[in-house]
T-cell receptor
Framework: GNSVTQMEGPVTLSEEAFLTINCTYTATGYPSLFWYVQYPGEGLQLLLKATKADDKGSNKGFEATYRKETTSFHLEKGSVQVSDSAVYFCALSDGAAGNKLTFGGGTRVLVKP | EPEVTQTPSHQVTQMGQEVILRCVPISNHLYFYWYRQILGQKVEFLVSFYNNEISEKSEIFDDQFSVERPDGSNFTLKIRSTKLEDSAMYFC????????????FGPGTRLTVT
């Protein structure tokens, strides 16, 4: 079956530091890949997506590139802000009937001023 | 901006009781989902729903669970006889079509079974 593995947190950074959250996946076929973010007390929000190999998703300064050869979709941001403190979830959908998302375990990021 | 809403935000119930969690998806969306997140664990898929039918369900979604779209706006998850292990955050999501993009999530209902 499908699975997503992401680095465990918490990740604690200073403001303006570089952030990387590793994500690797196992899936049949050619899945679409996503990063969702969950701010404290809120639901999941789509941060970015990539639907085919070598696609780069980007949003709000975050980027992730779909690497089929390494089955990875690592999230990066060059200069984090305190407001980026949240839990980040890597997810995939294989496009099968039902279109369910399979999530990683989430990585908590804490940015200190 | 349209959003998915869920009520209640927090539900406390006793073991064995029935609960109904309510969701109002985005109005032009046709595909609906329930996920749950047990504290400290992964977000897990429960069920997807389209055209008044279940499209897919996970092994978690046993006979104790049911979903319904009773009218044109609400989407509900019923747990018939709650267990302690049903305590979790339950997220509703909706999407406009069957492409695997952009399921919009609600803020969740925290269910506590005592």
């Amino acid at each position: 079956g499908n699975s997503v593995t992401q680095m465990e947190g918490p990740v604690t950074l200073s403001e303006e530091a570089f952030l990387t959250i590793n994500c690797t996946y196992t899936a049949t076929g050619y899945p679409s890949l996503f990063w969702y973010v969950q701010y404290p007390g809120e639901g999941l929000q789509l941060l970015l997506k990539a639907t085919k190999a070598d696609d780069k998703g980007s949003n709000k300064g975050f980027e992730a590139t779909y690497r089929k050869e390494t089955t990875s979709f690592h999230l990066e941001k060059g200069s984090v802000q305190v407001s980026d403190s949240a839990v980040y979830f890597c997810a995939l959908s294989d496009g099968a009937a039902g279109n369910k998302l399979t999530f990683g375990g989430g990585t908590r990021v804490l940015v200190k001023p | 901006e349209p959003e998915v809403t869920q009520t209640p935000s927090h539900q406390v119930t006793q073991m064995g009781q029935e609960v109904i969690l309510r969701c109002v998806p985005i109005s032009n969306h046709l595909y609906f989902y329930w996920y749950r997140q047990i504290l400290g664990q992964k977000v897990e898929f429960l069920v997807s729903f389209y055209n008044n039918e279940i499209s897919e369900k996970s092994e978690i979604f046993d006979d104790q669970f049911s979903v319904e779209r009773p009218d044109g706006s609400n989407f509900t998850l019923k747990i018939r006889s709650t267990k302690l292990e049903d305590s979790a955050m339950y997220f509703c999501a909706s999407s406009v079509d069957n492409s695997p993009y952009e399921q919009y999530f609600g803020p969740g209902t925290r269910l506590t079974v005592t």
